[in-house]
Nanobody, 127 residues
């Protein structure tokens, strides 16, 4: 299993970014996909997930309305759209393969349902 993130950058507050994750080595259409972030000096934070078929998403409340996840099952890609970025969004963002096809029932269980993580891509929000 390999997950390779890209798209991280330095962006000003209020800006947007689109992160990409290329997946390989497993049957992509069978598993949920997730995004997690880890800010400097903090524990990893599960953010959001999309089900295997892309029809269901689950978001952490703090990012609802600003972040969006999508997947392209034909290309084995998953994306994270980051809008209206804030300085507190500065972190390394990780794409992760879920253990199951569905999304977590509760956001606080998100990390428990992850299987494999990518190496991460850094997002810095600063003026």
């Amino acid at each position: 299993v390999q997950l390779v993130e890209s798209g991280g950058d330095l962006v000003q507050p209020g800006g947007s970014l689109r992160l990409s994750c290329a997946a390989s080595g497993f049957i992509f259409t069978h598993f949920s996909m997730h995004w997690v972030r880890q800010a400097p000096g903090k524990e990893p934070e599960w953010l959001l997930a999309t089900s295997a078929d892309g029809k269901i998403t689950r978001y952490r409340d703090s990012v609802k309305g600003r972040f969006a996840i999508s997947r392209d099952n034909a290309e084995n890609m998953v994306y994270l759209q980051l809008n209206n970025l804030k300085t507190e969004d500065t972190a390394v963002y990780f794409c992760a393969k879920g253990k199951y096809s569905g999304v977590p029932a509760l956001a606080h269980r998100g990390l428990d349902e992850l299987d494999v993580w990518g190496q991460g891509t850094a997002v810095t929000v600063s003026s």
